[in-house]
């Protein structure tokens, strides 16, 4: 279990700065740079602090799926398995974005649990946001899948 949590701490850290990397190539202003304008305009806080705190929180959720991928891909690490929850982890990952990070600003900038019925609805778009969570997981999974080439007896 160490080594699982290991791995998806590195996979996912990776994964998630070439995330915000490439977002801007996907015709969107990054995550990262979205939520520190709103902690500064929000909730008050310095363009430091809020810069700190987004990285955080977007490395922090990127682990926790890298974690949910890791585990998958250890059950079974098949291609077809792994394409599979490459698209499904995408699209959930996807509907649940828009809400998540409503619910994550209003967390940090009031300080107090937002209300989930007040939050935006899923989003059910088919366009950058799902391409851009799909490649976050084809990011991964190449991650987890380079480490088994380097070390195929783990």
Known sequence: ????????????????????????????????????????????????????????VHISVSIFYALLSTIIFNVNHSVTVSLIQTLVLGWFTTLIATPANEWVVKLVTTQQFPDISALAGLNTEIGPKLWLHILFFAFVLGGLWLKKIKSPSK
């Not at 279990?1 to 995330?19: D, E, H, P, R």
Request: proline share 2%; aromatic share 12%.
């Open 1 to 56: 279990m160490k080594n699982t949590f290991i791995t998806a701490c590195i996979v996912g850290l990776i994964a998630s700065i070439a995330f915000i990397l490439v977002q801007p190539l996907f015709g969107l202003a990054t995550l990262t740079s979205r939520h520190a304008a709103a902690y500064v305009n929000l909730g008050g806080y310095s363009e430091f602090a809020a810069l700190c705190l987004s990285w955080l």
